[in-house]
């Protein structure tokens, strides 16, 4: 069954650090952007980070919000999407989710930090700062 699967959530304080994966299972060819959005409680679903790459380094997008703080990459050849948070701050808070397009779109059309543009979801993972 083809499926993201996120892993590497948890509770870390402030100032701390967490890596984010997620794997695109049995999908037959690699996406063309994945990213992460994240949800905290009673607030909507927001874009953190996207990524555009078939192959080599790619393209990418990051919030105001985390940009110098949270890096996104990703393994092409095993389709694997990373998300490194640094220096996390309790506003980090949420449900992190995995996010890919398989449909080509440009980079000049393409919004992404919009939800509704991308057409595969996992399930999400936690992470959680206290401060």
């Known amino acids: 069954q083809m499926q993201l699967l996120e892993s590497g959530g948890g509770s870390v304080q402030a100032g701390g650090s967490l890596r984010l994966s997620c794997t695109a299972s049995?999908?037959?060819?690699?996406?063309?952007?994945m990213g992460w959005f994240r949800q905290a409680p009673g607030k909507e679903r927001e874009g953190v980070a996207t990524i555009y790459s078939r192959s080599g380094a790619g393209v990418t997008f990051y919030s105001d919000s985390v940009k110098g703080r949270f890096t996104v990459s990703r393994d092409n050849a095993k389709h694997i999407l990373y998300l490194q948070m640094e220096n996390l701050k309790p506003e980090d808070t949420g449900m992190y989710y995995c996010?890919?397009?398989?449909?080509?779109?440009?980079?000049?059309?393409?919004?992404?930090?919009?939800?509704?543009?991308?057409?595969?979801w996992g399930q999400g993972t936690q992470v959680t700062v206290s401060s």
């Open positions: 996010a890919a397009d398989f449909l080509y779109e440009s980079l000049n059309s393409f919004n992404w930090y919009e939800a509704g543009r991308y057409n595969s």
């Open positions: 049995l999908y037959p060819y690699a996406p063309y952007y």
